[in-house]
């Protein structure tokens, strides 16, 4: 029979109590129940599709580059600009068989009519001195294709077989490129990579869950677990793709499974430790089942509620891109926490001690090394002077670090983010060989107003001063209209209506046309464009800026507005949580500020990594925004299982006493939990893309800060700084100075023959058990 506390009796709450009584009853229904639920969405709900669907999934129609765009095309009767380009490249010149056979391929589409996908083509080859942004002669043609269908997929595939007809040696045929080929590459390589990624963080997992509890059994229930979760999560996400039209990126499966996978090892690491510690203070497997289950139960919920509400704040973001993580990311969560809350204890009620075999755990047992320690650092941060200094320190340190976010920038590089041996990086590298780098993704000015075609002056001249602007290596105007239309063997009318209302420019930038250096030069183009229609004597036209360069800009500075009002809102859901479960406001503030700072340490160090070591000009617009608000939610996830333990033990000795006690056990499962989460993250990396990288590193690093410096050393020091204040304005917290009576003296329960539940290291936080009434 299960023995009682002076306080209830039983660990936790009535509530809590009560409700694990039924999870251990209903164990076996309850494992059934869920395996065949698995095993019924595997067999009758579809399966997760991810579906790159066009420029939608990067931006919203409302874009002001997208809108200058379709203006322009409605205005010209069709678009100038194509994301889909066929290149032909030869160092030492293509013949001129070749040239001819490329113009006559489109001159043959344009007599024809549309073929194969193919609308219409546009050859452009470089001619230095005649072609602007080109640097030799002859050495390199651009076929820009007008395709049919919008999606990413049908369009790159229409271009490669318009290619395809090219022999593509003899042609000298380098390949397809452009953004719209690049997005499609990247989604061939999210998915040839996702398998991989699925293995690593399995392997991760059984690795580190398994040294951890010494134990081939806890490997084994965690992924189990997480293979319950994964088929949940991926088969819901699809019956909602299917049902409801929801469509999702590639980019977001693999963070969906690494999360997913990382957020279920934590919840079962959190109640096998309470589950091992019951176990070695001499409990039977059903009592020890239910108490650690009673234990754990309220803050795995609340930590999990914790993470889910904190990504689903990325929905106010203005940038579809972002805003699909949210449903997704929580949906991932808010699964696994429902598994892991029902399933878990189930399996622990009912493999009791065989759930670590061969270490089964002993009444009695001696504390491993790694709790010795743990108790030696806790022995330090609950000293008032050497918690200061090691706060101190910490601060320091995590700031210093922080530093390099001042000079973060950021791009979407869809093409220079591509493995080098890929065809679309290929043959955008063979394209920028013969013209400037911005040819793979041109900018659009487009001038609009009363008679701006007929003068041709102003035209002209507005023109020479666009290609003075930094970053441009070349225009074409009005004045290439002769040369182009002598190239396509027709009047082509590229640049100015036949109404005379609106002229464009096509600008061709000598950097990478998506990344930050890019985005800059736009920011600065269209905040002088103005002044530059006034010089050139347009002062009463209007303008604009299309493209993709353009589209990205407004991106990036959509997502700049809202990292702040997302952070925000991120670290008001968490304060909300925290302020509930501890019933605190001064430790809730303390531990978010702590958490800020380690964010801020870790975008820190990716800016000092990728842009200042590495040479990227910037990061991936969604990396620091990503990584924030999961870090957030994930470092509020470790605050609740920290401090949680520590306020439950406050309830029956002093502050310093509980951190004393609570400490060793929560940064034990910490430490197992946070490895685990941030090897599953981590495992991003696997996928060659450089944006995946930019966050595998981003998400571990965060991780493993927050687990070795933030949760271990910083909180518990400012805890014992602050002291018994952190409680206010709630219940009043014993200060180390105050008496403790017998009843609260964790040396008195051992001298009464009493002892406590414990966690990895067997000697931890929970109410006293076998003390008399």
């Known amino acids: 029979m299960e023995s009682t506390s002076r306080a209830s009796g039983r660990p936790g709450s ?30 009758l709900l579809p399966p997760l599709s991810t579906h790159s669907g066009g420029i939608s999934d990067i931006t919203s129609s409302d874009n002001p580059a997208i809108v200058a765009e379709t203006h322009a095309a409605k205005a010209f009767g069709f678009p100038v600009l194509s994301r889909t380009m066929m290149v032909q490249h030869d160092p030492a010149g293509l013949p001129q068989a070749v040239v001819q056979k490329a113009y006559d391929s489109a001159k ?30 002859g050495t390199t043609l651009v076929t820009y294709l007008y395709t049919q269908d919008s999606s990413f997929g049908g369009a790159t595939r229409a271009a490669q077989r318009y290619a395809g007809a090219f022999d593509q040696q003899a042609d000298r045929v380098a390949g397809v490129t452009g953004t719209v080929p690049a ?4 989604t061939l390589l999210v998915n040839g990579a996702l398998p991989l990624l699925e293995v690593v963080s399995v392997l991760a997992v059984v690795l580190i869950v398994g040294l951890a509890f010494r134990s081939v059994v806890a490997p084994l229930l965690t992924l189990g677990t997480a ?9 819901v996400a699809g019956l909602a793709g299917a049902r409801y039209g929801i469509n999702i990126p590639p980019d977001l499966e693999p963070l969906m499974v690494a999360l997913m996978v990382g957020v279920t090892t934590d919840y079962v690491v959190y109640f096998l430790s309470g589950l091992r510690g019951e176990l070695l203070d001499g409990q039977a497997r059903l009592p020890a089942a239910r108490r650690s289950i009673a234990t754990f139960s309220p803050i795995v919920a609340a930590a999990g509620l914790t993470v889910a509400a904190g990504v ?59 709790a010795v320690v743990r108790r030696g650092v806790v022995r330090i941060v609950r000293s008032r002077l050497p918690a200061l200094v090691v706060a101190a320190v910490c601060v320091g340190g995590l700031a210093w670090l922080a530093l390099p976010v001042g000079h973060v920038a950021a791009g979407l590089p869809l093409v220079r983010a591509l493995p080098a041996d890929t065809e679309v990086a290929r043959a955008a590298d063979a394209a920028g060989q013969g013209f400037a780098a911005g040819i793979v993704a041109p900018t659009l000015v487009v001038v609009q107003g009363q008679g701006v075609g007929g003068d041709g002056r102003a035209l002209l001249a507005l023109e020479d001063l666009l290609r003075r602007e930094q970053h441009v290596a070349g225009v074409l105007g009005p004045k290439e209209d002769a040369a182009l239309s002598q190239q396509a063997g027709r009047p082509v009318g590229l640049f100015v209506t036949a109404e005379k209302q609106t002229a464009q420019f096509v600008v ?14 736009i920011d600065r183009l269209s905040a002088r464009l103005p002044g530059l229609l006034r010089t050139a004597g347009l002062g009463n036209a209007t303008s604009g800026i299309g ?24 670290l008001a859901v968490n304060l909300l949580i925290l302020v509930l479960v501890l019933r605190a406001l001064v430790a809730p503030l303390l531990l978010l500020a702590c958490t800020v700072l380690s964010v801020a340490a870790t975008l820190g160090l990716t800016v000092l990594l990728f842009q200042d070591t590495l040479g990227h000009e910037g990061l991936t617009f969604f990396v620091p925004l990503a990584a924030g608000v999961l870090l957030v939610a994930l470092g509020s996830d470790y605050n609740l299982f920290a401090v949680g333990h520590i306020w439950q033990e406050a309830r029956r000795r002093s502050l310093r006493e509980a951190m004393s006690v609570a400490l060793p056990r929560s940064s ?17 990396a696997l996928v060659p893309l450089r944006q995946f990288r930019e966050l595998a590193f981003a998400l571990a690093v965060g991780i493993l800060l927050d687990t070795y410096v933030v949760r271990t050393l910083l909180v518990p020091s400012l805890l014992t700084v602050v002291g018994p204040a952190s409680g206010w304005p709630g219940r009043r917290l014993r200060s180390h100075e105050d008496t403790v009576d017998a009843d609260t003296d964790p040396d008195a329960d051992v001298n009464r023959g009493v002892v406590r539940p414990g966690g990895v290291d067997g000697r931890t936080a929970g109410p006293a058990v076998g003390a008399a009434p």
């Open 547 to 570: 493209g993709d360069t353009a589209a990205v800009a407004d991106v990036v500075h959509g997502s700049d507005r809202d990292l702040a009002a997302i952070l925000v809102a991120a």
């Open 508 to 521: 061709v930038l000598d950097v990478d046309p998506l990344d930050a250096t890019a985005v800059t030069a």
């Open 312 to 370: 689903a704040t990325l929905l106010v973001a203005s940038s579809p891109a972002v805003r699909t993580f949210a449903p997704a990311m929580a949906l991932a969560v808010a699964v696994a926490l429902l598994v892991a809350l029902t399933l878990v204890p189930a399996a622990m009620a009912i493999l009791g001690p065989k759930a670590f075999w061969p270490a089964v755990p002993q009444p009695g047992a001696e504390r491993p090394i790694g």
């Open 108 to 137: 043959a589409l344009r007599d024809s009519g549309p073929k194969d996908g193919i609308a219409a083509a546009l050859p452009v080859l470089d001619v230095a001195g005649a072609v602007p942004g080109s640097k030799r002669s």
């Open 14 to 43: 009535r509530t809590a109590y009560g409700l694990a009584r039924v999870v251990v009853a209903l164990r076996w229904p309850i494992l059934i129940a869920w395996i065949g639920g698995a095993a019924a969405a595997l067999v």
């Open 227 to 235: 293979a319950v979760s994964y088929v949940l999560v991926t088969r």
């Open 668 to 684: 034990a499962a910490i430490t197992t939990a946070g490895l685990a989460l941030a090897a599953s993250l981590g495992s991003l």
């Open 183 to 186: 997005r499609y590459e990247q």
